[in-house]
């Protein structure tokens, strides 16, 4: 979540590539892509998209 926030995208593939799960919501019910979007880090919404 704090990757998608701060729209790093390095960090965003890293935690990817260690198995992250995609799909988890925070305590808001919101997940990783909602919080991209809501930041405007438009480069992380597909990466975070779950496949």
């Known amino acids: 979540m704090y990757a ?3 729209g790093n995208t ?3 593939m890293a935690l990817i590539a260690g198995g992250a ?3 988890v919501l ?3 019910g919101r997940s990783a892509t909602d919080i ?3 930041w405007k880090h438009v480069d992380l919404l597909g990466l975070l998209s779950p496949s």
Do not use: S
């Open 26 to 28: 925070d305590d808001d």
């Open 10 to 12: 390095e960090a965003a």
């Open 21 to 23: 799960d995609r799909t």
């Open 4 to 6: 998608a926030q701060a």
């Open 36 to 38: 991209a979007r809501e």
